[in-house]
């Protein structure tokens, strides 16, 4: 099983501010990366996915890969407070998602 | 289109019991998974189907667990002697094709089991 760790939180960010989250994984193979948001009592949602080193962006999201670092990285800016959420990094080398335990996200207005 | 369709959404049963639980996967998605999250955690892989056959089912957390697809859509996770431990979100997923690690995998709603 791929390790994935990311810090629980919670994050508390102000409205308008950038939330940035974290995730390390421990398998130097792994080939791509997803987002996942999951807001309470509800199934996870994919945000975004990134393959490449480097940065990738859509919209306020900007997902950011080192694969030499094995560091995964979404910033969220200008966060609203519908962006109060757990947000799930997962990690997949084959066909299945090894997942962190996710950060909380809180939005302050 | 419709999405993963899970039911049902919340079952309560007691220890002892036997449950089972379905998905129905977005249409043409030759893919699913079923996996299991607790509270406070990610969501953990249990089963991978491609097509009609298990094609890896480590997960699995003990012979009391199985999953059946058998004409390739729905499928069903059947739980047999349930335990205590077992109380968890059943979540489903599915994907188009499931042989690279890009393949984009969608979850449904889950099935949140309780047992007393």
């Known amino acids: 099983q791929k390790e994935v760790e990311q810090n629980s939180g919670p994050l508390s960010v102000p409205e308008g501010a950038i939330a940035s989250l974290n995730c390390t994984y421990s398998d130097r193979g792994s080939q791509s990366f997803f987002w996942y948001r999951q807001y309470s009592g509800k199934s996870p949602e994919l945000i975004m996915f990134?393959?490449?080193?480097g940065d990738k962006e859509d919209g306020r999201f900007t997902a950011q890969l080192n694969k030499a670092s094995q560091y995964v990285s979404l910033l969220i800016r200008d966060s609203q407070p519908s962006d109060s959420a757990t947000y799930l990094c997962a990690v997949n080398g084959d066909y299945k998602l090894s997942f962190g335990a996710g950060t909380t996200v809180t939005v302050r207005a | 289109g419709a999405g993963v369709s899970q039911t049902p959404s919340n079952k309560v049963t007691e220890k002892g019991k036997y449950v089972e639980l379905r998905c129905d996967p977005i249409?043409?998605?030759?893919?699913l998974y079923w996996y299991r999250q607790s509270l406070g955690q990610g969501p953990e892989f249990l089963i991978y189907?491609?097509?009609?056959?298990?094609?890896?089912d480590s997960g699995l957390p003990n012979d009391r667990f199985f999953a059946v697809r058998p004409e390739g859509s729905v499928s069903t996770l059947k739980i047999q002697r349930t335990e205590r431990g077992d109380s968890a979100v059943y979540l489903c997923a599915s994907s188009l094709t499931g042989d690279s690690g890009a393949d984009t995998q969608y979850f449904g709603p889950g099935t949140r089991l309780t047992v007393l």
């Open positions: 990134i393959y490449s080193n």
């Open positions: 189907f491609q097509g009609t056959g298990a094609a890896d």
């Open positions: 249409s043409g998605h030759t893919a």
